[in-house]
């Protein structure tokens, strides 16, 4: 995992984005923030997992298709299945020791 903060690299409604095997904070002070770093590394895993490639093709796809379900973009975004597995066990800083393969596909 490579850390770099660029507040102009991110979305004005996003602290931080995941282009694996970069994570990129809006602030430095994000790096300390242990839930946050732990989402983030969930999200590196995912990627790491599905080839990063199909990672970027399905969250698309399933964006897109959320977006049909709520007519929300911030509702879409926060039920696609990786952001649901990340916003859930970013407090549990273990779950990456535990973390079965593909596990996202539970919150679909």
Known sequence: MIVLVNKY???????????WP???LRRPGL???KEFMNHER???RQQREMLV???YLWYLVE????YLEFDNAYE??????FEREAYSNEDNLDYL??????????YL
């Open 97 to 106: 020791k535990n973390r079965r393969a593909w596990a996202f596909l539970k």
């Open 31 to 33: 790096k300390y923030n």
């Open 76 to 81: 879409a975004y926060r039920n696609i299945s």
């Open 63 to 66: 964006f897109f298709l959320r």
């Open 42 to 44: 969930v999200h590196l």
């Open 22 to 24: 970069f994570v990129f």
């Open 53 to 55: 490639v199909f990672f």
């Open 9 to 19: 690299f991110i979305l004005r409604r996003f602290d931080g984005v995941v282009l």
